[in-house]
């Protein structure tokens, strides 16, 4: 008896934490990549999110097929409204000369901000499950640890750009500016997680070892990016969305 509980501590470790190496080594090849195509911007940056707007369309083609009573045109229809505004946004926003790069690296660091924080969170505390319905692994302990984890990401970027010594003022709109996308990131996670439980599929495709499809990883940059598109639109042109 005593060691049983030893035993139910040890089980759980390692099925938490066997699927974070293939996670890792997938992000260590497609980072550089994706990175390297946000420096250059124009057509290379242009080139890869198209690519992986034809990749998404592809995954959100396969998964309506598992419907075939489904009419064809309402099917890609529906498809064009989830996921073309993502692509367009992330095109649109790299496309300012002043601040492009500095913004779309800004949605990008608060997303994946997210995305590990509500992960290693929710692993590491556990607790009431968020939408048990739609993705029985998310709690809320870890949409708080993803939207910590954002914020702070956003305030540590808008220190590096040094916006100026009335901190109080930009650092915390950076802050709420982080905080926000965070949580329309972790929407995105859920409505793709409806999608994929609604479709019978634990994965948009395998693509990506240790993430599945490119849905699986860009869920959230397709909700927050569009959001980021319209608030850089309401500041204008050359300002960048922490400030």
């Known amino acids: 008896m005593a060691r049983a509980p030893a035993e139910r501590a040890a089980a759980p470790a390692g099925t938490r934490w066997g699927d974070l190496r293939p996670r890792v080594l997938s992000a260590l090849v497609l980072l550089p990549l994706a990175l390297g195509c946000l420096w250059l911007g124009g057509g290379a940056w242009a080139g890869l999110v198209g690519a992986g707007g034809v990749g998404l369309g592809w995954e959100w083609w396969s998964l309506c097929r598992r419907r075939p009573g489904r009419v064809p045109a309402l099917t890609l229809g ?32 608060v997303v994946w901000a997210s995305d590990i924080g509500a992960y290693l969170a929710g692993r590491w505390l556990g607790g009431p499950k968020l939408a048990p319905s739609v993705s029985p692994g998310k709690t809320w302990s870890g949409a708080a640890g993803g939207t ?12 590096a750009w040094r916006v100026g010594p009335a901190w109080y003022g930009p650092i915390g709109y950076a802050m ?67 400030q």
Request: aromatic share 6%; glycine share 12%; net charge neutral.
């Open 148 to 159: 910590v984890c954002a914020a702070a990401v956003g305030v540590a970027y808008a220190l």
């Open 78 to 109: 529906l498809g064009a409204v989830y996921l073309a505004p993502g692509v367009a946004a992330l095109i649109w926003l790299r496309s300012d000369p002043a601040v492009g790069l500095a913004n779309v690296l800004f949605v990008l660091l």
């Open 176 to 242: 709420a500016v982080a905080a926000a996308l965070s949580v329309l990131s972790q929407g995105g996670d859920l409505f793709e997680s409806g999608l994929k439980r609604h479709f019978g599929v634990k994965d948009s495709s395998h693509l990506i070892p240790g993430h599945g499809g490119l849905m699986d990883r860009l869920d959230g940059v397709l909700i927050a990016a569009p959001a980021a598109a319209l608030l850089a639109l309401l500041l204008g042109r050359g300002m960048a969305l922490w």
